[in-house]
């Protein structure tokens, strides 16, 4: 079991920038695959990216490229997304979510855990 907290939401104006934190506990964080995920008001939560346990392998969603980056410390158990030149489309909920698995996971379905998630308001 793994429990999941993000943080470093808020609301910024368009082109601005923030990094959201996803801080696990529980068992070895370094074993598991990392993900962030969003969810707007009446649309499906979507992918955002995802890195894999070393960080050598990330993932980045089309609509985000070039923005967002997503990076982890192991050994401070946290994963990051680092977003910048942000549009009033990114706003909703993200959320992160964690796999023990080698592999790098771009689908929600397959993720084990997942944070309460925290909001992301662009204004413009």
């Known amino acids: 079991q793994v429990q999941l907290v993000e943080s470093g939401g808020g609301l910024v104006l368009a082109g601005g920038s923030l990094r959201l934190s996803c801080a696990a506990s529980g068992r070895t964080f370094s074993s598991y695959a990392m993900g962030w995920f969003r969810q707007a008001p009446g649309k499906e939560r979507e992918f955002v990216a995802a890195i894999n346990w070393s960080g050598g392998t990330t993932y980045h969603a089309d609509s985000v490229k070039g923005r967002f980056t997503i990076s982890r410390d192991n050994a401070k158990n946290t994963v990051y997304l680092q977003m910048n030149s942000l549009k009033p489309e990114d706003t909703a909920v993200y959320y992160c979510?964690?796999?023990?698995?080698?592999?790098?996971?771009?689908?929600?379905?397959?993720?084990?855990?997942w944070g309460q998630g925290t909001q992301v308001t662009v204004s413009s």
């Open positions: 979510a964690a796999k023990d698995t080698i592999l790098t996971i771009t689908t929600a379905r397959r993720y084990d855990f």
